[in-house]
T-cell receptor, first 115, second 111 residues
Framework: NAGVTQTPKFQVLKTGQSMTLQCAQD?????MSWYRQDPGMGLRLIHYSVGAGITDQGEVPNGYNVSRSTTEDFPLRLLSAAPSQTSVYFC??????????????FGQGTRLTVV | DAKTTQPPSMDCAEGRAANLPCNHSTISGNEYVYWYRQIHSQGPQYIIH???NNETNEMASLIITEDRKSSTLILPHATLRDTAVYYC????????????FGTGTLLAVQP
């Protein structure tokens, strides 16, 4: 049971490049989310999903796209990277449980630098 | 969504109890109090949650005041490995996919 796996762990991009951050979970969780964390700040929600085929925007969605074709995977796409997107990105998953409160499990993060 | 207020930093001696306060005076009746912690830029880790009763698990205890406007996370015997940023989050039941993080409290456990 690997939990939530994020790849890559580190990435350097040039301004204008595109890339996809991968997130996979093996706990059969319906809920998945992407957060970014800037230095000295808490995590901010980018996009989230309540199940395959269903996604929605969080607090800071601009510049990012997501899709959820399977329960296991929730990739985050940067369309045209900007220095302002330099951050640490965390993926999380949790069981919806029909509304029963359960914990969210987080990956170890992807550290992205845009130059 | 209820906003939370936490002190930016606290110190605690190793082996002593660490008491981390959180103010959430605008909490709604359907909102739970969650605590997560983040050790040295790793992914956040769930600690405990509660609605109105005190809760305890293998990691910590959560004390919620009767009016639910504040709570305290208690680590009974802090160790150096408990040094982390602790986040108090208030969210409606089931909204585990939309956590709203503040800046948290940096707990430094001193030897």
């Amino acid at each position: 049971n690997a939990g939530v796996t994020q790849t890559p762990k580190f990435q350097v991009l040039k301004t204008g490049q595109s890339m996809t951050l991968q997130c996979a979970q093996d706990m059969n969780h319906e809920y998945m989310s992407w957060y970014r964390q800037d230095p000295g700040m808490g995590l901010r929600l980018i996009h989230y999903s309540v199940g395959a085929g269903i996604t929605d925007q969080g607090e800071v969605p601009n510049g990012y796209n997501v899709s959820r074709s399977t329960t296991e995977d929730f990739p985050l796409r940067l369309l045209s990277a900007a220095p302002s997107q330099t951050s640490v990105y965390f993926c999380a998953s949790s069981y919806s449980g029909g509304g029963v409160n359960t914990e969210a499990f987080f990956g170890q993060g992807t550290r992205l630098t845009v130059v | 969504d209820a906003k939370t207020t936490q002190p930016p930093s606290m110190d605690c001696a190793e082996g002593r109890a660490a008491n981390l306060p959180c103010n959430h005076s605008t909490i709604s009746g359907n909102e739970y109090v969650y605590w997560y912690r983040q050790i040295h830029s790793q992914g956040p880790q769930y600690i405990i949650h509660g609605l109105k009763n005190n809760e305890t698990n293998e990691m910590a205890s959560l004390i919620i005041t009767e009016d639910r406007k504040s709570s305290t996370l208690i680590l009974p015997h802090a160790t150096l490995r408990d040094t982390a940023v602790y986040y108090c989050i208030v969210r409606p039941r089931g909204a585990t996919n939309k956590l709203i993080f503040g800046t948290g409290t940096l707990l430094a456990v001193q030897p």
